[in-house]
């Protein structure tokens, strides 16, 4: 990668619903600062970093008001509009004024579908507008060599392999019996007929806040199966939580990610569309992941994340655990050969710049 000056970047960020977006771009802001960049990220709504971000930003990353954007004279090297989330005009025009003009680079959603290797680094020029002159250009996440990669920290793989699980949960007050199984769950709604497939073996769910709290607490559990609820943890201790347990029940884009880094078998609840663009969304993501999967674990894998989605009727059993797990970590290391989100997204500036 080239070697360049830190630079400032600006990016911006909606809280639309479920965390999930903030909880991308505090990952990506941190990760900018803590390679030596200095970040602004500018919030319309701060109040989930209070137990998201684990403590007080590190140097080199301040969080600014939306609102205070309008008024802001200064504009940084990078600007990142995250997810189509519609800058400030005041902004744009400042950056449109700007010698030399910033980067603009529109950080888009997470998909496997093909038209991201297509879309990934186009240019999108701005002929009317407050930005008019300005050219943006998308940047897509992406499985592939041909995308810009995932989140990853330089010591992921250090701090993961360093980790001590059983002190980690003793700390949580969680008490694991002996011969159970561990299973998170953080998702949109709980899908009830999971729970007879988990009583396979005794097992503690432990559930993450939100709805699942609440139908998990209305629910008749089989004799081997229970749960616990969790609190609001922060992304270092989600991350931990991951790590810690035998099967992740995720959702959304920022945990599907962390359960793929963490190795373990996992279930992804996709963010449900009403037009239910979300099918083919899961199905190409499976397409990739099972690649290179036995045949009957590929099977009874899609069949399981069909039904949590409600995009299908639910297996007679979970997959063997033994396959779903060399797979998981066959795909972590697969992942782990690609350069990572930051990385490129620094290369990138400094190719384009």
């Known amino acids: 990668m080239p070697i360049i000056a830190a630079m400032q970047w600006d990016l911006f960020c909606r809280v639309i619903d479920n965390y999930g977006d903030i909880g991308v771009c505090w990952r990506l802001a941190r990760?900018?600062?803590?390679?030596?960049?200095?970040?602004?990220?500018?919030?319309?709504?701060?109040?989930?970093?209070?137990?998201?971000?684990?403590?007080?930003?590190?140097?080199?990353?301040?969080?600014?008001?939306?609102?205070?954007?309008?008024?802001?004279?200064?504009?940084?090297d990078v600007v990142i509009e995250?997810?189509?989330?519609?800058?400030?005009?005041?902004?744009?025009?400042?950056?449109?004024?700007?010698?030399?003009?910033?980067?603009?680079?529109?950080?888009?959603?997470?998909?496997?579908?093909?038209?991201?290797?297509?879309?990934?680094?186009?240019?999108?020029?701005?002929f009317s507008g407050p930005g008019a002159g300005l050219s943006k250009q998308f940047f897509y996440p992406g499985f592939t060599t041909r995308t810009g990669g995932l989140l990853r920290e330089p010591g992921l793989a250090a701090e993961q392999a360093a980790f001590d699980a059983p002190a980690w949960l003793a700390a949580l007050g969680i008490e694991r019996r002996p011969g159970e199984r561990l299973v998170s769950l953080f998702a949109y709604r709980l899908m009830p007929e999971l729970l007879p497939l988990l009583a396979e073996q005794p097992t503690l769910i432990l559930a993450c806040p939100g709805a699942?709290?609440?139908?998990?607490?209305?629910?008749?559990?089989p004799a081997d199966v229970r749960w616990q609820a969790l609190p609001f943890l922060s992304q270092p201790n989600f991350d931990r939580l991951l790590w810690a347990c035998d099967?992740?029940?995720?959702?959304?884009?920022?945990?599907?990610?962390?359960?793929?880094?963490?190795?373990?078998?996992?279930?992804?609840?996709?963010?449900?569309?009403?037009?239910?663009?979300?099918?083919?969304?899961?199905?190409?993501?499976?397409?990739?992941?099972?690649?290179?999967?036995?045949?009957?674990?590929?099977?009874?894998?899609?069949?399981?994340?069909?039904?949590?989605?409600?995009?299908?009727?639910?297996?007679?059993?979970?997959?063997?655990?033994?396959t779903a797990a060399a797979t998981a970590l066959q795909w972590r290391q697969h992942l782990a050969r690609q350069p990572d989100l930051a990385s490129q997204l620094l290369s990138f500036v400094a190719e384009s710049g």
């Open 31 to 76: 990760d900018l600062a803590a390679r030596g960049e200095q970040v602004q990220l500018w919030l319309d709504d701060a109040s989930a970093l209070g137990w998201m971000a684990g403590g007080p930003p590190p140097g080199g990353l301040v969080v600014r008001h939306w609102g205070d954007a309008a008024d802001e004279p200064v504009v940084g």
């Open 82 to 126: 995250s997810f189509g989330c519609d800058l400030p005009e005041a902004f744009v025009a400042r950056m449109a004024s700007r010698q030399p003009a910033p980067r603009w680079i529109n950080l888009e959603y997470l998909s496997a579908e093909s038209y991201v290797e297509r879309s990934h680094r186009l240019h999108s020029p701005q």
């Open 212 to 221: 699942v709290q609440s139908q998990l607490a209305a629910q008749a559990l």
């Open 247 to 322: 099967f992740n029940l995720v959702r959304g884009e920022d945990s599907f990610v962390r359960a793929q880094w963490a190795g373990k078998p996992f279930v992804w609840q996709i963010y449900p569309q009403d037009d239910g663009a979300q099918g083919p969304k899961l199905e190409t993501f499976l397409d990739l992941y099972l690649a290179a999967a036995p045949a009957d674990l590929a099977a009874g894998t899609r069949r399981l994340w069909r039904a949590w989605n409600g995009l299908g009727a639910w297996p007679a059993a979970l997959p063997a655990s033994n």
